[in-house]
Nanobody, 122 residues
């Protein structure tokens, strides 16, 4: 599976961005998807995950209520809509995929995209 993340950029605090992750290769529809982020000098952390059907989602506490993960299996794409962005959301955002149940642990994911940079100015 190959993943291509896009949609990052510079936004002011309180603004919104939507990240996309396009998948190719194996059957996308049977893979759970996750978004992670890594800020400078910090470890990679979980952001959100979604089941292969899209029926179940899971969020980190720091983004719950502000971010929404979704997927379109017909387009082999997963999204994360990020609203009410804060400077502390600044990071490189990575999408990842795994077979089976979605997870909040990056060790559980098998394939990773290259990352897209999100910068939130105060």
């Amino acid at each position: 599976v190959q993943l291509q993340a896009s949609g990052g950029g510079l936004v002011q605090a309180g603004g919104s961005l939507r990240l996309s992750c396009a998948a190719s290769g194996r059957t996308f529809g049977r893979y759970a998807m996750g978004w992670f982020r890594q800020a400078p000098g910090k470890e990679r952390e979980f952001v959100a995950a979604i089941s292969w059907s899209g029926g179940s989602t899971y969020y980190a506490g720091s983004v719950k209520g502000r971010f929404t993960i979704s997927r379109d299996n017909a387009k082999n794409t997963v999204y994360v809509q990020m609203n009410s962005l804060k400077p502390e959301d600044t990071a490189v955002y990575y999408c990842a995929t795994r077979q089976g149940v979605y997870s909040g642990s990056y060790n559980d994911y098998d394939y990773w995209g290259q990352g897209t940079l999100v910068t939130v100015s105060s």
